[in-house]
């Protein structure tokens, strides 16, 4: 735009220039030219023993503030109105006292063009933190129901076909028999609502959506889906061993089925090594059955003084101690996998479940112990009050192996140490390509809080960029954190880094890339990149 | 004279004075095809606070012949290369000429301004309505550069630059 195309004659430029510089002098007193952040206290990326009084932005030349703002660990942005400018330095009293943590002073001046200029620095008060975990609201009906079709399905697959196992195998009456055919029941019910829900939950829909098309489609892609479908061929299986001749076929075949239900989903069968973890699943699970399953049988067999009572608990205490064995050893080797370190016990939630589990168990260890080696044996030469006992004694063992399945059930909402240690050091990833330039940039781990970000450059058709510098500049609008710029380093192996970076805080972040191609060639490339919660 | 045609004049005013103030620019914003320019380039301050020590300045393709003017305190340099194509100027073939010109070794603290100099003719057949760039490197004391070298890509405009390269508007042929 230039001053001959807006007036005629040159009288009229020269009227109008004159009253227009005189509207010019009129205009608030604005600073006289680009402004530039030379110093600042405290400095960009200080770690600070104690909070801040004041904040001390010195500029270049005479500034206006626009919007300053502090973002405090957590996320939330506070608008800084208690300053007052002297020149190019404009000091801003502190909201208080501040908190342990990495917090930004975003800060937006004008000067004289009234082109504002705007940037952020760090700055962390004890030491450099990240945002605390953002919480994903509970959908406690779809949850509770997740969690009742989960131990339903357990009853049917461990107390329904073990119950068929032990009928088929170690009983001569048909004491249990109606429990049995009820849990299988109950399982054949659980399992296909079970895989409604899963899709709901995949979906993060709520449950009045239960009928709809796409929450079963989603169901289906899900590995649960396969358990589902291994689970209703086990439960079928035990309900027909329950009936037909060749009974003792159908119900071990159940039995493994079981335990391809288990395997073929779950956070224990997701672990590496899979060779190992889906195996172990499997012995579990059908160990579990085969001991579960025979209490109710063999505890109404005892209760009703059943003739056959005897010859049953002799079996089944025959068998007993391999199968809990080889239920110890797979329990123990999976949730060493799982847990990784003792100290997730009690800091994770999988922990915590898994810390209550083995409480029941060792309660339930120690009845089933007791029942062993001091009812047993007068029990299986027919006494009366020892049966009774024993048969009060399993009651017992049943109520707790259901509590047991509850826990277990309760796993479903509990990512394992080792999922939460593998989904926290994922990266952020980003990929931007231009005409001009490609870029892969990388965020490690992927979260808010200290990181490194690797950045690998390229020109637009794929051939090598061999770039003078690189500065990454990071700005997220919505929360009101204006531009944060870090000059990258090359160390050596093509790539550019910036290390010692703090994302103060987790969403979509805008990644910009200016790449210096020559002294006089800048090529700029931007992208949304978004960083997790930690 | 409108009160509205006023208001206009002086936000032009305020805004080309201003954006003249804030960043390494050319006087002279404009410039006929086929005519000869002075590119005066201004620099109103040096990076955030400290003095500038050199100014190197690209020229755009199709800015031929050109020669800067010496400046007393300055050591000059220019570099030559091959054009892109070659020109004509007076009825001559022109394939080379300087490309950058670089004034180094000075010493223009942060609250004083200059002015650096170099003349050259804008070929006859660039288009009109284009702006040729000028990128400038500012070098200061410490190691700091200020680099005057974003060109807007289409859609955007001068404005949204933090660091424009400064530019001349290329007119018809006169």
Redesign the interface.
Known sequence: ???HR??GGAG?VF???L???L??LA?PAVA???A???SAEPADNAILAESPVRFTLTF??PVSPLKLTLVRPDGTPVGLSDFHVDGGTVAIDAPGRLGQGTHVLSWRVV?????PVAGSLLFSVGAPSAAPPATEPIDWPLDIAIWIGKVALYAGLFLGIGGAFALAWMARGRDGFHATALFLIAGLAAAPLSLGLQGLDALGAPLARFADPAVWQAAQSTSFAWTVLAAIAALGLGLLSLVLPGRRLLSLAALAGTGIALAASGHASAAEPQWLTRPLVFLHGAAIAFWAGALPPLGLALKRRKADAPAFLARFSRTILPVVAVLVLSGTVLAIVQVQEPSALLSTAYGRLLTAKLALLIVLFGLAAFNRWRLTAPAEAGEGRASARLARSIAIEIALVVAIFGIAAGWRFTPPPRALAIAAAEPAAMHIHTEKAMADLSVTPGHAGPVSASITIMTGDFGPLDAKAVTLVLSKPDSGIEPLKRDATKPGDGTWRVDGLVIPVAGRWSARLDI?VS????V?IEAPIDIRPQ | MTKHRLLTCATALFLTTGTALAHVTLETGEAAVGSTYKAVLRVPHGCEGKATTAVRVKLPEGFIAAKPMPKAGWELRTVKGKYAKSYELWGEKVTEGVQEVDWTGGNLPDAYYDEFVLRGTFAGDLVAGETAYFPVVQECEGGTVERWIQIPQAGQSEDDLETPAPGVKLLPKK
Do not use: C, P, R, Y
Not at chain 1, 111 to 115: F, I, L, P, V, Y
Not at chain 1, 519 to 522: E, K, Q, S, Y
């Open positions: 735009m230039t001053k807006l007036v009229g009227a109008s220039l009253l227009a510089f509207l010019w205009l006289f030219a680009h530039a952040l030379i270049n030349e000067s004289a063009d009234g082109h210096l002294d006089f060639d800048m700029q």
